[in-house]
């Protein structure tokens, strides 16, 4: 009966954290930073492709997602997979907008995009502690990169 007891109570951890999770993602497509970053341990890491090492700190989040927002203001998140185990959450995302804004240093074209990104997240009590995010940035910056010189 312990055993059954100890399940019960792992499952519905994991089902709080992929809520969390969820809510996190319809948070930030909203476009509210500030309830995102209410959902951050105060201590949160981002462990991002091609840096050394983790960004600390709960406010090293909010430029990357504001850059998101300001670039493609008609952001649109679609969760296609989510599933925890422990404290983690991995996810499988897909990001629709449309290239209005300057991103990264790229002037708005009015173009569609389409990417997706693997991500897994590490919760410790009711907030986001860690995450890695692995975005296909490539893809996304051929999509609103200007056309090639045919001269």
């Known amino acids: 009966m312990h055993t059954t007891h100890t399940r019960n109570k792992t499952d519905s951890t994991i089902e709080k954290n ?4 969820h809510t996190a993602y319809e948070t ?3 476009g509210d930073l500030d309830a995102c970053a ?3 341990t105060e201590d949160f890491l981002a462990d991002l492709p091609g840096l050394p090492a983790p960004l ?9 997602a504001r850059s998101m927002l ?4 008609d952001l649109r998140i679609a969760v296609e ?3 925890g ?8 995302v897909h990001f629709r907008g449309t290239h209005r804004g300057t991103f990264p240093g790229v002037p708005a074209t009015d173009r569609p995009v389409s990417f997706r990104s693997l991500e897994i997240y ?3 009590g009711d907030k986001i502690a860690e995450e890695w995010v692995a975005p296909d940035m490539l893809g996304l910056m051929q999509q609103i990169s200007p056309a090639p010189d045919r001269h």
Do not use: K, Q, T
Request: proline share 5%; hydrophobic share 45%.
């Open 38 to 40: 209410e959902m951050l």
């Open 70 to 73: 300001d670039g493609f203001p």
């Open 56 to 64: 600390h700190g709960r406010e090293i989040w909010r430029p990357g």
């Open 28 to 30: 930030l497509e909203s």
């Open 18 to 21: 992929l809520a969390l999770l």
């Open 85 to 92: 185990a422990d404290d983690r959450v991995a996810v499988r």
């Open 122 to 124: 590490r919760i410790e």
């Open 81 to 83: 997979d989510m599933f």
